[in-house]
């Protein structure tokens, strides 16, 4: 293993379009939401475990989220879990834990990954990573991996590639984040573009420079971080200076903003689990195409519902199509399932209502 080669797991939001089952106390990474025996954070842990050594592994998440990942990651060192004092989006955490990555290694490699997707293909997976640590190990650019649209879907970025390439990766020409659906339709349709996955690799160089004009104490920050005394101080610039920080993506950070980001189509197979018509496109279905999970029921003329609720409860419904229900230990949602925002309109209204015992 190349001990220049690091992972920051992004693991410090909250999963809203998952809710009721992802919630602010447990969101969705640390559940085990296809019965493996294994929570997502687990599962995104063990694949870069195999790649890099795992004193190399940052996992940046939310402050009130510390003992969870250090509960279900047991072999991961307290100061490898970076936290978060408020959840203003991933370039941010990012930030964060880059300067205690500089204070390790100011050399290193890194791949910044989300903790709640899924890859099916192990082995085509560890080529690519691979590959593409030993591309900006030498290149002074960022490498997004990208996967071809299969839908027009509008809950992506999309990635527009150029007809230059090097080392087989394509150029970046362009990036559009969440199109509308007759934007995305002409973009599945051009041949042109890729779903990112918001998998990034990049060497800490590059990042910094990346991120000077909106973090300008990363730096200093990082020194603090290596000189390992002035823990106070360190801790007071946090305090002080992310509240001040905009909210911002990892993703529009880097696509948005620079010029040397080039696209690695993804060869491993990639499946993102953003919400719940995600989730119900990645299970098996009945007959009716209903996804039922580990409940007892009877159906009555119900066609592709997704059922998520306690192991063994006994779920009857009749005349139902295209809904989710489900269930936390708190309420029971009963709604269409293939529409993230009213998911979280719903979410919204239900916490101004009930107030956060339903968050």
């Given at each position: 293993m190349n001990k220049n080669n690091y992972c920051i797991i992004l693991a410090g939001g909250i999963g809203s379009k998952l809710w009721p089952?992802?919630?602010?106390?447990?969101?969705?990474?640390?559940?085990?939401?296809?019965?493996?025996?294994?929570?997502?954070?687990?599962?995104?842990?063990?694949?870069?475990?195999?790649?890099?050594?795992?004193?190399?592994?940052?996992?940046?998440?939310?402050k009130d989220y510390a003992d969870i990942v250090l509960e279900?990651?047991?072999?991961?060192?307290?100061?490898?879990?970076?936290?978060?004092?408020?959840?203003?989006?991933?370039?941010p955490a990012t930030a964060l834990t880059l300067?205690?990555?500089?204070?390790?290694?100011?050399?290193?490699?890194?791949?910044?990954?989300p903790a709640d997707q899924l890859v099916y293909d192990g082995a085509a997976f560890d080529r690519q990573i691979k590959e593409g640590?030993?591309?900006?190990?030498?290149?002074?650019?960022?490498?997004?991996?990208?996967?071809?649209?299969?839908?027009?879907?509008?809950?992506?970025?999309?990635?527009?590639?150029?007809?230059?390439?090097?080392?087989?990766?394509?150029?970046?020409?362009?990036?559009?984040?969440?199109?509308?659906?007759?934007?995305?339709?002409?973009?599945?349709?051009?041949?042109?573009?890729?779903?990112?996955?918001?998998?990034?690799?990049?060497?800490?160089?590059?990042?910094?420079?990346?991120?000077?004009?909106?973090?300008?104490?990363?730096?200093?920050?990082?020194?603090?971080?290596?000189?390992?005394?002035?823990?106070?101080?360190?801790?007071?610039?946090?305090?002080?200076?992310?509240?001040?920080?905009?909210?911002?993506?990892?993703?529009?950070?880097?696509?948005?903003?620079?010029?040397?980001?080039?696209?690695a189509p993804c060869t491993f197979g990639w499946a993102d689990v953003g919400s719940w018509k995600n989730y119900y496109d990645l299970q098996g279905k009945d007959a009716d195409g209903n996804v039922v999970g580990d409940s007892r029921n009877l159906m009555y003329d119900c066609q592709n519902n997704l059922i998520k609720v306690s192991a063994g409860k006994v779920v009857i419904l009749q005349d139902l199509e295209g809904y989710m229900v489900v269930e936390n230990d708190k309420m029971l949602v009963v709604c269409k399932k293939d529409d993230p925002a009213f998911v979280r309109r719903i979410m919204n209204d239900a916490q101004m209502k009930f107030g956060d015992e339903v968050m």
């Amino acid at each position: 293993m190349n001990k220049n080669n690091y992972c920051i797991i992004l693991a410090g939001g909250i999963g809203s379009k998952l809710w009721p089952m992802s919630h602010n106390a447990m969101p969705k990474q640390f559940l085990d939401l296809f019965a493996t025996g294994r929570t997502m954070l687990q599962m995104t842990y063990d694949r870069y475990s195999r790649l890099l050594p795992k004193e190399n592994i940052f996992i940046s998440t939310y402050k009130d989220y510390a003992d969870i990942v250090l509960e279900q990651l047991p072999e991961v060192a307290r100061e490898q879990v970076v936290l978060e004092p408020l959840q203003i989006s991933t370039a941010p955490a990012t930030a964060l834990t880059l300067t205690h990555l500089m204070a390790r290694n100011p050399d290193a490699n890194v791949i910044s990954a989300p903790a709640d997707q899924l890859v099916y293909d192990g082995a085509a997976f560890d080529r690519q990573i691979k590959e593409g640590l030993r591309f900006v190990d030498k290149e002074e650019a960022f490498l997004a991996i990208g996967i071809k649209p299969t839908r027009p879907a509008t809950s992506y970025g999309y990635l527009q590639a150029s007809e230059e390439t090097k080392d087989g990766f394509f150029k970046l020409k362009s990036f559009t984040e969440k199109p509308n659906v007759e934007f995305a339709r002409l973009f599945c349709e051009s041949g042109e573009f890729y779903w990112s996955t918001g998998i990034f690799l990049w060497n800490v160089k590059t990042m910094i420079k990346a991120m000077h004009q909106d973090y300008p104490e990363i730096e200093k920050m990082a020194a603090l971080v290596a000189g390992g005394a002035d823990v106070e101080r360190y801790g007071a610039i946090v305090t002080e200076q992310y509240p001040r920080i905009r909210f911002q993506s990892v993703d529009l950070l880097i696509l948005e903003h620079h010029d040397h980001v080039y696209i690695a189509p993804c060869t491993f197979g990639w499946a993102d689990v953003g919400s719940w018509k995600n989730y119900y496109d990645l299970q098996g279905k009945d007959a009716d195409g209903n996804v039922v999970g580990d409940s007892r029921n009877l159906m009555y003329d119900c066609q592709n519902n997704l059922i998520k609720v306690s192991a063994g409860k006994v779920v009857i419904l009749q005349d139902l199509e295209g809904y989710m229900v489900v269930e936390n230990d708190k309420m029971l949602v009963v709604c269409k399932k293939d529409d993230p925002a009213f998911v979280r309109r719903i979410m919204n209204d239900a916490q101004m209502k009930f107030g956060d015992e339903v968050m």
